[in-house]
């Protein structure tokens, strides 16, 4: 059964640090598209940064651009979202999402191509 669990969220104040995690389980890492995507309430989920597991190309959402870093450790099957710098509207619950592809390329951020997503780890930030 595959299967997605997310850590490493908490309360920060802004200009501060989190490192999200989501360690997958039940199939083979390699050749995913894996995604970190965020809500917060009344809005939509939307896609913050993705990589591609077999090549390691990354995607990010402009309004994180330069303040996060998505990466991965193939060995452990865990997808990281270092995230710096931030501000109040980081705000959200933060997803980790993937699915099965050769490629992520433009579907990245579009939400219902993903299968497998995790439970969420909420991320507040006070100013």
Do not use: H
């Not at 809500?39 to 651009?65: C, F, L, M, N």
């Amino acid at each position: 059964q595959v299967q997605l669990v997310e850590s490493g969220g908490g309360s920060v104040q802004a200009g501060g640090s989190l490192r999200l995690s989501c360690a997958a389980s039940g199939y083979t890492y390699s050749g995913y598209c894996m995604a970190w995507f965020r809500q917060a309430p009344g809005k939509e989920r939307e896609g913050v940064a993705a990589i591609y597991t077999g090549g390691g190309s990354t995607y990010y959402a402009d309004s994180v651009k330069g303040r996060f870093t998505i990466s991965q450790d193939n060995a452990k099957n865990t997808l990281y979202l270092q995230m710096n710098s931030l501000k109040p509207e980081d705000t959200a619950m933060y997803y980790c999402a993937a699915y099965l592809g050769p490629r992520c390329g433009a579907l990245w951020r579009i939400v219902g191509v993903y299968n497998t997503w995790g439970q969420g780890t909420q991320v507040t930030i006070s100013s």
